[in-house]
């Protein structure tokens, strides 16, 4: 039972990252019609956001070590630590939830300059062109992160107070052997809000309503008068702010390198696909749907039956379900059809 | 008018021609290097010879490899009579004048192996090949160093191999043209299992992680043996991908296996992963069969616990050197190293940075470049005042034979630096093996010059 409830928290937590990336591509496609590749590089940009303000917040000066004797050896001290003392040390404690308010603008920024400057030029374009665009474009962004990061992954530390473990079997009553570590129950509460937050502004606010409609009828829409495009353009923003959000907050759990996006894009694609294409509950679904059938999959148990089974779980759950399902779980007739 | 119809047209005549040409010129291409050479990137009269470092820049283990290439440069400054000279001083043969080799200037070209085995093939290949590599030295990865050995030994050059710990490197895999100063899976198990004993009793229930490629495999079977040897069970042992990132998926099973240590059989990057992800599922803070759960990390190295910062204290495992070791040759390559870049060495650099040196020195005692020489200078050779106490290159296996040490993360460090703490330096004699026992069981062959 412990051992059951902690997969599923373990699958819960990958789900919620999957969910993340899968429901901005779904956002993306449903309204602009566009197979982003390079959604993957957000992810990994919205990482590299954290990255960049840890590096902001400990610029450090050099101060002599003198516990070494033998050689001249040097501390990196912070300046925000020199200057402020506790309080610095506080802040740069601080580095990752900070840096989701320094991602939002700056994502935001990325998507709208991605869209008006890349994507809208293909948008009456096959899906193969899309798909090899976005890809390059991935591409050119993972090699300049690389440039300018060098190709390891960079740590970003959880902030002290939710750096250890939550003793969850207490809650459950199972005693002490379940306990689980605070960031990553921190990470599936914010992929839950994240999630909550887009459908609440999708269905509840009138811009939502605008857009929903346009995913449902473009045409009709822009008769109505209604600049659609201006909206979904302003929608790949929020694709984009959602993407980088989910890769800051993960960089405790991995710590993150130029290639982290493509990692997740891949399976990303294949929850899309899984969840249905275009639907947005769909994405999520299948996203903690297959986080938890990975998790499941990775148990000692269930690999002395079917070894290596890990690796290509995901993969098998979608080919099954495309053989039965072609529109996925909860795709719609007519999406990426005839 | 007759009609000669011969069969072959210009153009075929052309392509016969081209094919000829190129058949005649083939044979030169394999034997070039026999024209007034007896071995493959022969130096003759030039001023300088070149040595090819191939080092991970990349990957799991790129912090090492940065480390190894400082060492590597260190050592090439040495050997040209450059900076303080380090543990050229201290070094029991006197060989080696400070002036490069056999008088000639040593000159690098350095490789990245990316912690893979093609990738390093490919680099080695192209500094033997287009550089002219004399040596090829570097590692991290028992997988990589074990490829490039066997490319080294195929194309008839030296390998010194830098950080491998791998029993097969000098195990089923050992070759006749490749060295290794680093001690191995075995010895880590020989040095560490009494210090275990002690320390945690002779009633435990042991779960092991294992990087899954040779090294982790020759660890985990080494540690294991070595520890059921003194009584412990072994609850599981699993294999995790290299480079996995994130190890949840493998720590939470450990959580209810019932075991009460977890051994991670993992290095580099993966190694400060999985203990900061133990530590912060709550392994350490466990009580498992009413006593306290403990972890171990059988090869150790500053630089994880630099990147595992506070996770390591406490944590026993073994080390090949440390920079806090109080012998003239450690201190004065500590003091030469530290001077030139700020912060001493790690394990991995100083292994580096001996073979150059035991590279050289071969070279010089031979008289020769030629690596069937060379292998016959550094067979069963004897030496001192390079940071482990006397030191035997086996020549059955080319094992290095010296003090193993047991290590602890240091609970109350004094310097940023002193993260380890050195618990036990083990006799050479307690980590000697038969070079034929069934781990090891391999052929050397025989020696490759290259032409």
Known sequence: MDAILLQILNGLDKGGA??????????????????????????????????????????SMKVKDESITFFDAYKEVPYLEVWFGETGTMIIDLAVPLSILFAIPIMLLIGLAMERGLIQHFYKRTHAEQILVTFGLAIVLQEIVKAYFGANPIPQPAPEAVAGSANIGALFGLGDSVVYPWWRLVYLAFSGVVI??????????????????????????????????????????????????????????????????????????????????????????????????QSFASMNEVKSILPGIDQIIIYLVAVVILLVRPRGLMGRKGVMEG | MAKFDTGVSRRNLLKGGLALSGA???????????????????????????????????????????????????????????????????????????NGVLGKKVEYVTGDTQ????????????????????????????????????????????????????????????????????????????????????????DRVAYHLTADYTWGWTQEESIKNATEAVG????????????????SQYITPVLNSGADVLV??????????????????????????????????????????????????????????????????????????????????SQAAHTCYVQTLLYADACERAGTFAPCEVVKALEGFEFDGLGNGPTLYRAEDHQCFKKVLVVKGNENPTSQFDLLEVVQEVPREQVTYDPNIPQFAGDLGPCNNGA
């Open chain 1, 196 to 293: 909550a937050a887009v459908f609440a502004f999708l269905q509840f606010t009138t811009f939502g309503m605008v857009v929903r409609a346009g995913m449902q009828d473009r045409e009709t829409v822009g008769l109505l008068g209604i600049n659609i495009q201006r909206r979904f353009t302003i929608v790949f923003g929020i694709a984009a702010v959602v993407a980088g959000l989910a890769g800051v907050m993960y960089t405790p759990i991995l710590p993150p390198d130029y290639h982290i996006g493509m990692d997740f894009l891949v399976l990303s694609f294949v929850v899309v696909v899984v969840g249905g294409m275009g639907s947005l509950g769909g994405a999520v679904a299948a996203g903690f749907l297959l986080g938890i059938l």
């Open chain 2, 115 to 202: 912690t893979k085995s093609d990738a390093a093939r490919a680099s080695a290949k192209r500094m033997i090949e287009k550089d002219g590599a004399l040596m090829i030295s570097g590692g991290s990865s028992s997988g990589v160093a074990i490829a490039v050995q066997g490319l080294c030994q195929d194309a008839g050059i030296i390998f010194m191999a830098g950080l491998t710990h791998s029993n097969d490197t000098t195990g089923k895999d050992r070759r006749r043209n490749g060295f290794r100063h680093f001690f191995n899976a075995y010895q880590s198990g020989a040095a560490l299992a009494p210090v275990l004993k002690a320390n945690y009793g002779t």
């Open chain 2, 24 to 98: 005649l010129a083939a044979p030169t291409f394999f034997t070039r290097h026999a024209f007034g050479a007896d071995f493959l990137n022969n130096p003759g009269n030039a001023a300088s010879i070149k040595l090819g470092f191939n080092v991970p820049q990349t990957g799991a283990y790129a912090d090492e490899g940065a480390d190894e290439l400082r060492a590597f440069q260190l050592a090439v400054k040495h050997l040209n009579g450059e900076g303080d000279g380090g543990m050229l001083n201290t070094f029991s043969s006197k060989a080696l004048k400070g």
């Open chain 1, 18 to 59: 999957y969910a993340l990336i899968a429901l901005g591509l779904t956002l993306i496609f449903g309204t602009l019609g566009v197979v982003n590749f390079a959604h993957g590089a957000l992810f990994m940009l919205g990482a590299f956001c954290a990255v960049s303000l840890r590096e902001l917040l400990t610029l």
């Open chain 2, 264 to 345: 991670l059989n993992h290095y580099g990057k993966d190694m400060v992963n999985s203990l900061t992800q133990a530590v912060q599922f709550g392994l350490r803070d466990k009580k498992v069969n009413g006593k306290d759960f403990a972890i171990v990390v059988p090869l150790y190295s500053r630089l994880m616990a630099q990147g595992a910062g506070a996770n390591v204290k406490g944590i026993f495992g073994s080390t090949n050197w440390h920079w806090s070791l109080k012998d003239e040759g450690s201190q004065a390559f500590v003091k030469s190293f530290g001077a030139e870049y700020g912060f001493p060495p």
């Open chain 2, 232 to 247: 412990w069970k072994t609850a599981a042992a699993v294999k995790t991908p290299l480079g996995a990132g994130d190890f």
